[in-house]
Nanobody, 116 residues
């Protein structure tokens, strides 16, 4: 059974950092580009960052460039999102999925709240 499990979210003050992890089971991860997405209240889900299957190429939303870093460990079937200099507008539920996303693979996500 294909499964994506996001973790690492929480409450952090503006300017703080968090590291999200996404553990993938099954064939969803192997040889596939992966992405982190987020959905804030009242907004559509958006791409935050993506990484190619080999990890050599990454892409970021303009709003997070220079602050977020996506990486992956193919031996562990895990993709990470290091988030630094967090802002209140980063508050959202964060999801991982293939890139482009497969609608059948959305997990529960992990809540990130940036607030003082």
């Amino acid at each position: 059974q294909v499964q994506l499990v996001e973790s690492g979210g929480g409450l952090v003050q503006p300017g703080g950092s968090l590291r999200l992890s996404c553990a993938a089971s099954g064939s969803i991860f192997s040889m596939k580009a992966m992405g982190w997405y987020r959905q804030a209240p009242g907004k559509q889900r958006e791409l935050v960052a993506a990484i190619t299957s080999g990890g050599m190429t990454t892409t970021y939303a303009d709003s997070v460039k220079g602050r977020f870093t996506i990486s992956r460990d193919n031996a562990k079937n895990t993709v990470y999102l290091q988030m630094n200099s967090l802002k209140s507008e980063d508050t959202a539920v964060y999801y991982c999925n293939r890139y482009p996303p497969d609608t059948g693979y959305w997990g529960q996500g992990t809540q990130v709240t940036v607030s003082s």
